[in-house]
């Protein structure tokens, strides 16, 4: 039996191989390594891609949220709204900071933020939203904007899934105050190792995010906040510069994927990713809700197909967070969603062969239970 695994790094590795250890090999000879010249490149490269003023290389997507909070003002004891259908590190980002995550509802069809229920959540200490562009689509971000210029707070997009995507034409990470993006090795955009970048218009956030990246540094032997160990590997920067190069290509071919998986999913008791009409998608995760998660999920694993979850326990569930004192039930769309999703393979190199039996599978597990 063929196994097919859910992501496949080698596969994207194989075709870029000579290049990568060319710049290896580059970065390793010029010996300049930090905040050296492929970060200072891939800052501006990266910014173009947006479509925004700045952007600034630092050593994960939790630190460019850390950073790109206290950049636009976030002190502890403020309040920040965010949706707890994440990864941790989002609201870990918050409270690392000393401010509060305050965790609101989602979209059941789109999994992200749900406009509606921010302004209820609002207090005098709000001071910022972090919508959550989860899976690869952009969160509804006129409206919350339009909420956030109301009340005079920032949106700092986590971007972390949404390498490329699109909302009413713009680029994830160039909508709201700042964009944080993480370039874990498994994202679109991802590195060989650890990164981060965030992207902003405003010249102040930049400049802050270049101080708290690099312990406050504003000369040498000058240290004006307290900041962190916080760069972009340069290794790392020059290895992104080249998987940037083919960010788009990589994104149609997701899309395309997405598409084919919708076809042979068609009619069976699952529930399959929706694209909202404002954006595009860009497929970091194909993510079905199903009745019976686990048991398909397991029936996949037998038959050598890799599968994830996205995540199991919602945020506001997590202990680390107890003390703010959610229970099960207070975020009933967020709980059920974790309840049932799935996530299947979803690679640019996952053959379209390798699709149909992944989808030949999920049919067979219906069937047999009398549901297909
Ligand atoms: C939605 C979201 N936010 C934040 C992060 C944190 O990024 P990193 O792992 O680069 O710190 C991730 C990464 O997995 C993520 O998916």
Do not use: W
Not at 338 to 358: H, R, V, W
């Amino acid at each position: 039996m063929k196994s097919i695994p859910f992501v496949d790094l080698k596969a994207g590795f194989a075709p870029i191989r000579a290049e990568v250890l060319r710049a290896i090999e580059e970065t390793l000879t010029g010996m300049n390594l930090n905040i050296g010249p492929n970060c200072q490149a891939l800052e501006q490269e990266f910014a173009a891609y947006c479509g925004t003023e700045y952007a600034v290389g630092v050593g994960s997507g939790t630190e460019a949220l850390q950073f790109a909070l206290l950049a636009a003002g976030v002190k502890g004891g403020d309040e920040v709204i965010t949706s707890p259908h994440t990864f941790f590190a989002t609201a870990e980002a918050i409270a690392c900071i000393g401010a509060v995550p305050v965790f609101v509802e989602i979209d059941p069809k789109t999994y992200t933020i749900e406009p509606q229920v921010i302004e209820r959540k609002m207090t005098s200490k709000t001071a910022a939203i972090i919508p959550v562009h989860m899976y690869g689509q952009c969160a509804d971000m006129a409206p919350i904007i339009a909420i956030a210029q109301r009340r005079e707070i920032a949106v700092i997009e986590d971007s972390c899934q949404a390498h490329g995507a699109l909302y009413k034409g713009k680029k994830s990470g160039s909508i709201g105050n700042a964009g944080c993006f993480s370039f874990y090795f498994t994202k679109n955009l991802g590195a060989y190792g650890e990164g981060g970048i965030v992207t902003t218009n405003d010249a102040q956030i930049a400049g802050k995010v270049r101080l708290y990246r690099n312990h406050g540094h504003t000369s040498k032997y000058e240290h004006a906040v307290i900041g962190h160990n916080g760069r972009l590997d340069e290794i790392q920067a020059a290895i992104l510069r080249i998987r940037l190069k083919l960010l788009d290509d990589y994104n149609r071919l997701r899309r395309e994927r997405a598409a084919a998986y919708h076809e042979l999913l068609k009619g069976l008791p699952i529930v399959l990713p929706a694209e909202a009409e404002a954006g595009q998608h860009v497929f970091h995760l194909y993510v079905i809700r199903c009745k019976d998660r686990d048991g398909l999920k397991d029936y996949l694993t037998n038959r050598g197909i890799g599968t994830g979850i996205h995540y199991r326990k919602p945020v506001h569930l997590q202990k680390a967070v107890a003390h703010l004192g959610y229970r099960m039930g207070d975020i009933p769309i967020v709980e059920q969603a974790c309840e049932e999703i799935l996530s299947l393979p979803m690679y640019p190199e996952l053959s379209l062969d390798d699709l149909a039996c992944i989808a030949e599978a999920i049919r067979a597990f219906y069937t047999k239970q009398g549901t297909a």
